[in-house]
């Protein structure tokens, strides 16, 4: 395989085809697919490390940016097709729209300079005239800015994916799976073609055999459905008995956070994925079917597949694997038996910082998000019997394994890479707050882990009661952890 920093051609006599969006969920499943079929395949990453570990023999690596001109002369260096799986949403910016918007005008630039001869694009279904939704919007918008430099570009519009991993379908899983009464907005009652990955897949990977083929095809699986069927049909294939009511919910916002909470999606993207199931997307031009030779999967058959992936380990790529190197990202989930909430954060620090940094967390210093609810903690404990926030820290900033750290102890500690704090607080279960950094590019990756190990329902319920805090702490603590160790390299370097 060649190094993610190698980007030397390795066969001059084919034709180049670049992947974008190499390490998000679809581009992550295309590859494989474009290697089997002979292609010669180029991935385009703004950290080729995140890539190395992928099994692609063969596949040359770019190091570049759809937003950075300059970075993308070398990439599309040779290429005769360009695939465009990049997009902004989920990423921490308050207009993805805009920045989706100007990256594609930049790529579509860039390939016209090195005569790049079609783009081929993954978008959204949906009638342009008819939704309120940015996410849907964005999406036609993207595809009409790639076109607008003069490469031909041949876009599918898709709805609902239907694979192991894809965040529209962990949404629709853990809502099932976790609530057996629903009730839900009305956006459950919205008409939606859904297609299998798969189905997908294969799309984008004929598209190369008709290189003179370009516009929009609109696709989709067999079944047009609303979303309380694709919900209750999850049901039915796993054996679970669910009741759904919609009814109007008085603040839409109401929705998202309750995906966010309930779910491993988080905020910054259940919103843009929740306003867009307000819009009716089922395909209206069918024209797919007859130029391309993919025979669609009904619901049914595309929620088999992916629910058997996922009870074989198999799962390719996930809805987590297109978040960029630097936005947060929460994951509820569990794990071996336990429950655990995760959030990380790409650090322009090296390990060592990082590290120095959330062992200095606790004692007199305190807590840097959310003190006064640590504090009420800490308290709640001690009128249960136990002790409470009062141990305090043995030295402000340096921590050995068996420490106390105000109800926490040291049960690991791994120099300039993991520390993890059991807590002996008074909890029907047992829980852990574990930190864990590495390297990544120029700087690092914080990882910020918490774990709990129910015991019984009172575990549970302690579990979900204790969720909305969690909000209020934890996505401010790893934030707070950044600017700190970020702050430490600012000092120390003398142009600051």
């Given amino acids: ?13 084919r034709p180049i085809v670049l992947v974008t969006g190499a390490t998000g969920y679809i581009g992550g499943r295309l590859i494989p697919r474009l290697l089997a079929a002979g292609h010669r395949v180029r991935c385009l990453s703004r950290n080729p490390q995140r890539l190395a570990g992928r099994p692609w023999p063969g596949v ?37 729209r805009g920045r989706d918007l100007r990256q594609a005008q930049t790529f579509a630039e860039a390939a ?36 607008s430099a003069g ?71 067999r079944d047009v459905l609303d979303y309380r069927s694709m919900m209750l049909g999850y049901a039915e294939a796993r054996g679970l008995r669910r009741i759904i009511i919609p009814m109007k919910v008085p603040l839409p916002v109401l929705s998202v956070l309750w995906v966010d909470l309930v779910t491993p999606i988080p905020l910054q993207l259940a919103g843009p994925l929740v ?30 597949l992916a629910l058997q992936r996922l009870d074989e380990d198999a799962v390719e790529t996930t809805w987590a694997s297109s978040l960029s190197g630097e936005p947060e990202g929460r994951e509820l989930g569990s794990h071996e038996g336990m429950l655990l909430e995760r ?36 308290l709640l404990d001690r009128v249960l019997g136990g002790m409470g926030m009062r141990r305090g820290r043995r030295h402000p900033t340096r921590l050995r394994t ?34 864990m950094v590495k390297p ?11 774990f709990f190990e129910p015991h019984g329902l009172l575990g549970l319920l302690y579990w979900y009661a204790s969720l909305p805090f969690h909000f209020f702490v934890f996505p401010v603590l790893i934030r707070a952890l950044k600017r700190r160790a970020e702050a430490v390299v600012a000092e120390s370097d003398p142009r600051t």
């Fill in 1 to 13: 395989m060649t190094h993610p920093e190698d980007t030397r051609l390795m066969d001059p006599g």
């Fill in 60 to 96: 040359e690596f770019a190091r570049g940016d759809v937003s950075d001109p300059s970075s993308l002369d070398a990439a599309l260096e040779g290429v005769t097709q360009a695939y465009y799986l990049v997009h902004a949403m989920g990423e921490d910016s308050p207009d993805f």
């Fill in 112 to 147: 016209a300079k090195a005569g790049v001869r079609r783009i081929i694009y993954l978008g959204g279904l949906g009638d342009a005239a008819g939704h309120r939704s940015d996410h849907l919007a964005s999406r036609h918008e993207v595809g009409t800015a790639l076109g």
């Fill in 151 to 221: 490469v031909p570009v041949l876009e599918f519009r898709a709805a609902v994916i239907v694979g192991s991993g894809s965040a529209s379908f962990e949404m629709i899983r853990h809502l099932t799976e976790r609530l057996p009464i629903m009730i839900t907005p009305r956006w459950v009652t919205t008409r939606c073609q859904p297609i299998g990955v798969r189905d997908v897949l294969a799309y984008l990977a004929e598209a190369l055999e008709h290189p003179e083929v370009s516009g929009i095809f609109e696709i989709g699986g």
């Fill in 275 to 304: 306003e867009g199931m307000g819009t009716e997307v089922v395909v209206r031009d069918a024209r797919a079917l007859d130029v391309f030779q993919v025979q669609p999967l009904s619901y049914r058959e595309a929620l088999v």
């Fill in 343 to 378: 959030y990380h954060r790409h650090v322009k620090a090296p390990p060592r910082v990082v590290f120095d940094t959330f062992c200095a967390l606790g004692g007199e210093s305190g807590w840097p998000a959310g003190n006064w609810l640590w504090q009420i903690r800490g």
């Fill in 402 to 435: 068996g420490d106390p750290v105000d109800f926490w102890r040291v049960e690991a500690l791994e120099p300039d890479h993991l520390l993890r704090l059991r807590a002996e607080m008074r909890i029907s279960g047992h829980a852990w707050l574990q930190f």
């Fill in 440 to 450: 990544e590019g120029p700087g690092s990756r914080l990882e910020q882990t918490a």
